[in-house]
């Protein structure tokens, strides 16, 4: 069964400052990643998603992650962050030939970001 | 082009009831996931539906029940409520079930006393 593993519960950092937040997954083959991010009392909305070629993806909010296959990682990067960034972010994974599919995406616990002023 | 939909926004049940969430799809999305979101944790996969028909379930037990009507959108009913079923219900919509992206609506968060 696949699943996901965001180390970090919390994460502080200043306001400007770079942000890496780590996501490493388990997957029997190469799988669908998706970042998501959920600001309070709000649903999930898409940041960026891999599903195959380049493994530097963009996505909105100035917000890029890298899938690394040897390292089973897909960790999300911003250069500067803004204290609008403020929320929990989600990395999901997803079968591969499908959307979710059938067995739904799986999604780590979360990373709770607080940026400093 | 709307986005999905979910009501009611909250809701306050007492164990042993019963509820029904529903869910308006994205137009143009045929397919629906239903996720539940304990308070600090990740959202976990409840089931989906695909053109009518449960495409899918997680570990969550048969008093979860769902279904999918013509146009797309879905309910998710829960009988036999219990404490632990209070939580974020969110609702999920893609064009299909194959590579699609799936797009969260806002919620609803279900209280049971």
């Known amino acids: 069964a696949q699943s996901v593993t965001q180390p970090d519960i919390h994460i502080t950092v200043s306001e400007g400052a770079s942000l890496e937040l780590r996501c490493n997954y388990s997957y029997g083959a190469t799988p669908y990643l998706f970042w998501y991010v959920q600001s309070p009392g709000q649903g999930l909305q898409l940041l960026l998603k891999y599903f195959s ?61 607080i940026i400093q002023p | 082009e709307t986005g999905v939909t979910q009501s009611p926004t909250h ?43 449960e495409n899918g379930r997680g570990n969550f037990p048969p008093r979860f029940s769902g279904l999918q009507f013509p146009n797309y959108s879905s309910e998710l009913n829960v009988n036999a409520l219990e404490l632990d079923d209070s939580a974020l219900y969110l609702c999920a919509s893609s064009q299909d079930v194959i590579g699609e992206t799936q797009y969260f609506g806002p919620g609803t968060r279900l209280l049971v006393l």
């Open chain 1, 53 to 113: 070629g380049d493994t530097l993806v963009q996505g909105i909010k100035g917000f890029e992650a890298e899938f690394k296959r040897s390292q089973s990682s897909f960790n999300l990067r911003k250069p500067s962050v803004h204290w609008s960034d403020a929320a929990e972010y989600f990395c999901a994974v997803g079968a591969r030939g499908t959307g979710g599919g059938a067995d739904g995406l799986t999604f780590g616990k979360g990373t709770h970001l």
């Open chain 2, 11 to 53: 809701l306050i049940k007492t164990r042993g009831q019963q509820v029904t969430l529903r869910c308006s799809s994205q137009s143009g999305h045929n397919t629906v996931s239903w996720y539940q979101q304990a308070l600090g944790q990740g959202p976990q996969f409840i089931f989906q539906y695909y053109r009518e028909e």
